[in-house]
């Protein structure tokens, strides 16, 4: 690495370090607070160096992304001609940095974790927010633990989409809870989220059209906001389907033909990570996305710290399950939790159809388990007393 790479780093850290001062200062944090905001900083880096590390050893897209390799532009010298959706719009971010300031794949990596880094802050406080008025200090630290689960920290700390799309989530989250007043945040929550991984960020999209048409801000509205939300998602369901047909003929089988080469293009990597999926039924294929590795499966330090991470969002969903039915639905769920609901069971889906590599099932569901398991853990501690 270069000086000005150096410079670079210990610039954000120094920015972090100090951010991380003032708002703890201007939100009178207690010291507790505020040294569970430098340990997360410390542990996200070190999940970054780990993401570094790993990317050397094994390869992958981050490189591609951050060396303009992994979608070749005729015009490379050229910012604007890597502007796009998907790829490209990670390459057109990443171009000033690699292209222009030339600089090293570790600095992008510290980059990309400082970026997700400030996504975890509001997760965090809204962790605390919500667990507050229990006024139990193992309660409150140890729903600030489940923040702390590394397989969101392993992908978003490094040079990749997940840290976009995790920063887009969070976004959607703080627009949520201040909604109506905080609607601009929504708004840049969806459009990075479409951005980076369009059908993932249209399946948000989709989400939060069919639950905040219901939010009491909206109330004086929903004569015609509840329709407008109907029609959002049989639009964009259409488009989808349109946009498919124009390629692969007006008919529906082309949904099955693209989800078989999806496999076969998967297949033709090879690697230990893949999922004989074909041969699932429907209810295998979705517990494979969710609670695969099995512990009993694990072989080596990282598969088992993978499964043993599964295995305790399966305790919390089963035991958050069985809290909730033993008071009833309640209402007063809040409706970022119903629209990430919504968002990780389709997109849940999605992966159980056209995904049969584990490694990349851990990726990419990683942004939405974090706050499923929140969720079933605030049902677990909050008892008989509903969630506030």
Request: charged share 10%; aromatic share 18%; net charge positive.
């Amino acid at each position: 690495m270069s000086p000005k790479d150096f410079f670079f780093i210990f610039l954000l850290l120094s920015l972090v370090f100090r951010w991380i001062g003032i708002r703890s200062k201007n939100k009178h944090y207690t010291r507790r607070q505020r040294a569970f905001l430098y340990a997360m900083w410390v542990y996200h880096l070190g999940m970054g160096y780990l993401f570094y590390r790993y990317l050397l050893h094994h390869g992958g897209d981050s490189l591609r992304y951050w060396n303009l390799q992994s979608l070749p532009v005729s015009e490379a010298e050229s910012w604007m001609a890597h502007w796009g959706v998907g790829t490209a719009f990670i390459q057109w971010v990443n171009f000033p940095f690699s292209h222009w300031l030339g600089l090293h794949f570790m600095t992008g990596t510290v980059g990309y974790a400082t970026l997700s880094f400030f996504g975890f802050v509001p997760l965090l406080e809204w962790m605390g927010r919500r667990l507050q008025p229990l006024d139990a200090s193992p309660v409150i630290i140890g729903g600030f633990l489940l923040v702390f689960l590394p397989n969101v920290h392993f992908w978003t700390a490094g040079v990749g989409k997940e840290a976009f799309l995790w920063l887009g989530l969070v976004l959607v989250m703080v627009g949520t809870q201040n909604f109506p007043a905080g609607w601009g945040y929504l708004l840049l929550g969806l459009v990075l989220s479409l951005m980076v991984r369009p059908i993932q960020g249209l399946i948000l999209v989709i989400s939060v059209a069919g639950i905040l048409p219901f939010h009491p801000g909206l109330r004086n509205y929903r004569k015609w906001v509840i329709p407008l939300g109907a029609v959002l998602i049989v639009g964009i369901l259409g488009y989808r389907w349109l946009l498919g047909s124009l390629e692969y003929g007006f008919h529906f089988r082309w949904i099955g033909e693209l989800l078989d080469w999806q496999h076969r293009y998967l297949d033709s990597f090879g690697g230990n990570s893949r999922l004989p999926m074909d041969d699932y039924s429907f209810p295998e294929k979705l517990a494979a996305v969710f609670f695969r590795p099995y512990p009993w499966e694990a072989e080596g330090f990282w598969p088992l710290a993978a499964s043993l991470e599964n295995s305790l969002f399966f305790l919390l969903l089963v035991a958050g399950s069985l809290a909730l039915l033993q008071r009833g639905m309640n209402r007063s769920i809040p409706f970022f939790y119903r629209i990430v609901f919504v968002y990780g069971i389709l997109l849940s889906i999605l992966f159980a159809l056209a995904l049969n590599n584990l490694g990349l099932i851990m990726r990419m569901k990683s942004i939405y388990t974090v706050f499923m398991s929140c969720f079933f853990y605030e049902c677990i501690v909050h008892g008989k007393s509903g969630l506030r």
